[in-house]
């Protein structure tokens, strides 16, 4: 659907040049709702602006359904901008204009008849649960509602790719629920393709089946949410999660850890529907012999599925660990080892 | 006779205020307006930028601008003769008149136009708006609250210089107020115009104010 090829950008500036992104390869399938994160400056929006063409890689290529996009100019160009819709954090709503006004203005653009556009706004009011601030103005609404005119507004043109830049970051967070679940009903009922960007890792926890991890230009982790969450490589993914999942040990628990003399290891496993209702910690006990205590526990809904996140110590002779974690394998539990030397 | 002045004189001159003030207000509008909006898709990083021409019309605009407006009707004399037959009246005034509000227009509503929000103009990119359509549909609707203040300036401006069209013979009541109050010592009607043209001032303001609070929907 989306397909970014090694892009990289860079933006000439008085005190040199700067690199915004680079060497970027990431695909967005048909139906996903792909997030990527990042810190401010981490170049999301450049990234974003890419797929509908308002920015421009200095090399690499963007496909969009199959298309190598920068070749588009001129009325080639608008017409593949209207089968892109796009929501933003500031909105970015017409203020003189009414509601009605501002879902109509893609069918206006597009020169439909009035009674269509009439239709269709119609028809998106309801769809995003407005019908009656029809003519009501921006400045009357409150920042969930703009955002669902925004939404509204985008889908007018009925494009199959939604761009979401930073769509909840000046939302509440209850508000940014409600608009969250908005996006997943977009997802679901109108098949649409979603790109977000976020900094808000809450937000890629709620909807986002795939993930990309932004940072200084370059992606430094991607995948399934299930996957990033579970088991994140680098220290900067870790802390997005841990704005989420936190199951960091708490400083006495690492102590313990750490003035335990015998032989231990420490690991995060993950549990997920195949294996949540099995008995597989006393299963690993009584297979191996080692003793496992958890000191941390969380359950968590990742992709629409149930997911746990156990941290446990497991003790025991060194052959009963090795013998453990031969059996968890076995049982399909996906683990990652946890560094509890670490001060911080 | 209202001070020592013909009733009938008193209404003529209000009424070439009215036409020397209306009509280059809207040749300057029809004129200014596209000029403004020149100036700022033609800028850098405007919807068509063009360094070349934005300058060219930027330097265009602040020659005639910095020409003080009596010298302005005294140097375009041949070229008004030209145009509109006359050298003087009122209705030669408005050439000079025009001159004069035309590139001041241009840039208030430069001003007013470049106060829309970079967002707007992003969302239009967005949704494969065409440049015209950026500048009638987005840009046009969301700065005429500016527009509107910046013509009613452009207008009180223009009230003020038709007082020096009375050079060319123009009228008005900026010219009643020279020739029939200040040069005939008659202080009173002096007075009165003055009076007259602070009315007038406060109406076109007034008047300003109201049309561009009604377009906005800003809070």
Known sequence: ?344 | MIFGVSTAKIWTSIFQTLYMVSLPLLAGIIIGFPLAVILVITRKGGLKENLWLYTSLNIFINIVRSIPFIILIVSIMPFTKLVIGTRVGSTAALLPLTCFIAPFLARLLESALLGVDKGIIEVSKAMGATTLQTIFKFMLPESLGAMILGITTGAVALLGATAMAGAVGGGGVGDLAITYGYQRFNQPLMIATVILLVGFVQLLQGLGNFLSKKTVHKK
């Open chain 1, 1 to 344: 659907m989306i397909k970014f090829e090694n892009i990289y950008k860079t933006f000439a500036s008085r005190g040199g040049n700067v690199q915004a992104l680079s060497d970027i390869s990431l695909e967005v399938k048909k139906g996903d709702i792909f997030g990527v994160i990042g810190f401010s400056g981490a170049g999301k929006s450049t990234l974003i602006r890419m797929v509908n063409a308002l920015e421009k890689p200095t090399s690499g290529r963007v496909f969009v359904e199959g298309k190598d996009i920068s070749s588009y100019r001129g009325r080639e160009l608008r017409n593949f901008r209207h089968n892109i819709g796009m929501i933003f954090q500031h909105f970015n709503l017409l203020e003189n204009k009414s509601v009605f006004e501002n879902i109509a203005l893609p069918l206006v653009l597009l020169g439909e008849k009035k009674a269509v556009i009439r239709e269709r706004v119609k028809e998106l009011l309801t769809f995003v649960e407005l019908e009656e601030k029809e003519n009501s103005y921006p400045s009357e609404l409150s920042g969930g509602q703009k955002q669902r005119v925004g939404i509204a507004r985008a889908l007018a043109s009925k494009p199959s790719i939604l761009l979401c830049d930073e769509a909840t970051s000046a939302l509440d967070p209850k508000t940014t629920e409600a608009i969250l679940a908005l996006l997943q009903k977009v997802n679901r009922e109108l098949n649409i393709t979603i790109l977000m960007i976020t900094h808000q890792m809450n937000v890629i926890q709620q909807i986002c089946n795939k993930v990309a991890v932004l940072e200084r230009g370059k992606i430094i982790e991607q995948g399934s949410v299930i996957d990033v969450f579970g088991s994140p490589k680098s220290e900067t993914t870790r802390g997005f999660v841990r704005t989420v999942i936190n199951d960091q040990l708490p400083q006495p628990v690492k102590e313990y850890l750490r003035s335990y003399s015998g032989p231990q290891k420490v690991y995060r496993l993950r549990f997920d529907g195949s294996n949540a209702d099995n008995p597989v910690m006393a299963d690993a006990i009584a297979a191996s012999g080692a003793r496992i205590s958890i000191i941390c526990g969380i359950v968590t809904v990742l992709e629409g599925k149930v997911i746990g996140f156990q941290t446990a110590q497991i003790t025991g002779s060194e052959e009963e660990i090795d013998s453990c974690l031969k059996y968890l394998d076995s049982r399909g539990i996906k683990r990652q080892e946890v560094d509890f030397r670490e001060e911080i």
